[in-house]
């Protein structure tokens, strides 16, 4: 794993990422937070949520084009720069007594269409900075920093602090280390032109989609997956990001601490996923482990929707925080071995925008379905309902056959 350590570029794109992990990780538990300050109220968090998911849904499939067509670190240093502005413009209305809730509707929004732009430019920018056989290693450390800090190290101290204090001066923290993340791409090397990326800046734009959407529908492990996944944020994302914050304000007596340990104990065990695969080679049945981690492992959320106590809870959500980072981890080596690199950008922004087509949904009808269906019904749906998906996926794209007639070990 320590192998893209020896690339500049790569050390220095690690290090905003990371910063600017920590911060999104701090800043999922301060709007949370400061959502229940204004409005306690679930139809609140869910309209917050559902635009951050709306912003991110609608422009990814630009954003794969752009990543195709311009430099991808101009993309990533413009996203880092949007995130800044938002963030600090957020605070200061806060800490003024004057935020309101369609302020951090807005804020979300303009989050989600930047991350519809970070996501595929940074897909597309690695294996133009690290050789082939490196990819593996550098989405185990992306593995292992995006969960430890988006999902255990800032959840945590962003509940400290807010529990603390008041959820102005986590967000103004937020803006901070996005800055901090915004210098160090700064620092990095424009890289080099390639030939083909002038000879695809004549194509046209809805071409270039075109053959994108093509190779996704001819490529049944492919399809089937992001089909997958599809169904899987519909029913799962929800209830985790909306009902959650509210499950441990009920339950447990300091919920924003307690609400930032138990995403910490889901960080700490996509981490470990993420370092066991990535520590080794690539499963030869990777199709097959992949599926397993991603259905079996929402099974515990079941018990996450009906304990009330914390330590059986953070263990449910440990779980499930090491098969989502095991599979995730094999999920981003597959595309970049698999998908053409000239086609990377476009078929990264389709994983997303067919992934999380309906992500507004869910985070849209989690906080009002609540108030006429018990939570823990919810949450047993989401622990079920994957298994049952993933079974399928596997039969009708053939999946155990795909992976023996295409080795990647």
Not at 25 to 38: D, H, R
Not at 269 to 290: E, W
Not at 390 to 396: D, H, K, T
Request: overall charge positive.
């Amino acid at each position: 794993m320590l192998a893209p350590f020896r690339f500049r570029e790569y050390r220095l794109l690690i290090g905003a990422l990371s910063i600017s992990i920590f911060a999104e990780g701090m800043w999922a538990v301060v709007m949370a937070m400061q959502v229940i300050a204004l409005d306690d109220d679930p139809a609140s968090l869910s309209l917050v949520a559902t635009c951050l998911g709306t912003g991110l849904v609608a422009f990814v499939l630009i954003g794969g084009i752009a990543a195709d067509r311009i430099n991808q670190r101009t993309i990533i240093i413009a996203v880092e720069t949007v995130n800044v502005a938002v963030v600090l413009t957020v605070a200061t209305l806060s800490s003024l007594g004057v935020l309101r809730i369609w302020h951090l509707a807005v804020g979300a929004g303009t989050l989600g269409v930047a991350a519809a732009f970070f996501f595929p430019a940074y897909s597309a920018m690695l294996p133009r900075i690290l050789p082939a056989d490196q990819l593996l290693a550098a989405n185990g450390v992306e593995g292992v920093v995006r969960p430890v800090f988006q999902r255990a190290v800032g959840p945590a101290v962003a509940g400290v602090l807010v529990g603390m204090t008041f959820p102005a001066l986590g967000a103004f923290t937020v803006a901070a280390l996005f800055a901090i993340g915004l210098v160090l791409l700064v620092a990095t090397r424009p890289a080099k032109t390639v030939a083909p990326q002038h000879e695809q800046a004549q194509t046209h734009v809805l071409r270039d989609m075109r053959d994108g959407v093509r190779f996704m529908v001819h490529t049944p492990w492919l399809l089937w997956t992001l089909l997958f996944a599809c169904v899987f944020v519909l029913v799962v994302l929800g209830p985790i990001e909306v009902l959650l914050p509210f499950i441990a304000q009920r339950r447990f007596d300091d919920g924003a601490r307690m609400y930032g340990f138990i995403l910490a104990a889901f960080g700490i065990g996509s981490a470990i996923g993420a370092l066991t695969v990535s520590s080794g080679r690539l499963p030869r049945r990777y199709l097959t482990v992949m599926m397993v981690m991603w259905g079996a492992g929402s099974l515990p959320l079941v018990i996450v929707g009906a304990t009330s106590s914390f330590p059986l809870m953070a263990a449910a959500t440990f779980v499930v925080g090491v098969t989502d980072g095991a599979g995730s981890v094999i999920w981003g080596t597959l595309l970049q071995r698999r998908v053409p690199r000239e086609m990377l950008g476009r078929v990264s922004s389709l994983d997303f925008f067919v992934s999380l087509a309906f992500m507004p949904l869910s985070f849209a009808i989690a906080g009002p379905l609540s108030k006429v269906v018990p939570m823990e019904t919810i949450f047993v749906a989401a622990g079920v309902v994957p298994v049952v998906l993933a079974a399928i996926a596997m039969v009708a794209a053939r999946m155990p056959r795909d992976e023996i007639a295409n080795p990647l070990r």
